[in-house]
C-alpha cells in the first residue's frame, strides 16, 4: 500500500485524474486536493462544509462513486452508519490496512505497514476483502 499511495501523493491531480480515465472538472480537482492534504478519512458531512453550498449533493455522491470505483480512493465502514473516505484503493491483496477510529471523536484513519490476512471461511464462501478496524482514543483526544 505505502507505494501506491506515494505514487498518488506525489501525481499531479490532472495526471492522476487522466490515469484513472476521469475527466478533470473543477469538483473533481478540489476533491483529490483535498483527499491529498486530508490527515484522515472523510464522511460525506465533511466533505460537503468542505467544497461549500455550490455543491449539488447527489454531484458529490457521484464523484465519491467515481472515485471509488476506479480506486482512487476507498470507503470505510466504521460501524458508525456513517460511511467515511480516504486516498487510495481499499484493502485488499498487495492493499492492505487497518483503519483506527477514535471512539472519542470518531475520527478514522488508515494504518499502514499491515501484512496480508489469511483467513479461511466456510466451505462455498468466497471472501471479497477483509476490513480490520482497530478502535481506541487518537493522539488528539
Do not use: W
Amino acid at each position: 500500500m505505502e507505494q501506491s499511495k506515494v505514487n498518488t501523493i506525489d501525481q499531479s491531480n490532472e495526471a492522476l485524474l487522466d490515469q484513472k480515465g476521469l475527466k478533470k472538472t473543477k469538483l473533481r480537482l478540489e476533491l483529490v486536493k483535498h483527499f491529498k492534504d486530508a490527515k484522515h478519512a472523510q464522511s460525506y458531512s465533511d466533505l460537503k462544509q468542505i467544497m461549500g453550498e455550490g455543491v449539488d449533493k447527489s454531484t458529490l455522491y457521484r464523484n465519491l462513486s467515481a472515485f471509488e470505483e476506479v480506486g482512487l480512493i476507498h470507503g470505510i465502514n466504521d460501524h458508525s452508519g456513517i460511511t467515511k473516505y480516504a486516498l487510495g484503493a481499499s484493502p485488499s491483496a498487495g492493499q492492505e490496512h487497518a483503519h483506527f477510529v477514535c471512539e472519542s471523536c470518531e475520527t478514522v484513519y488508515c494504518v499502514k505497514g499491515m501484512t496480508e490476512i489469511q483467513m479461511k471461511v466456510p466451505s462455498g464462501f468466497k471472501a471479497k476483502n477483509i476490513q480490520t478496524i482497530i478502535r481506541g482514543t487518537c493522539a488528539n483526544c
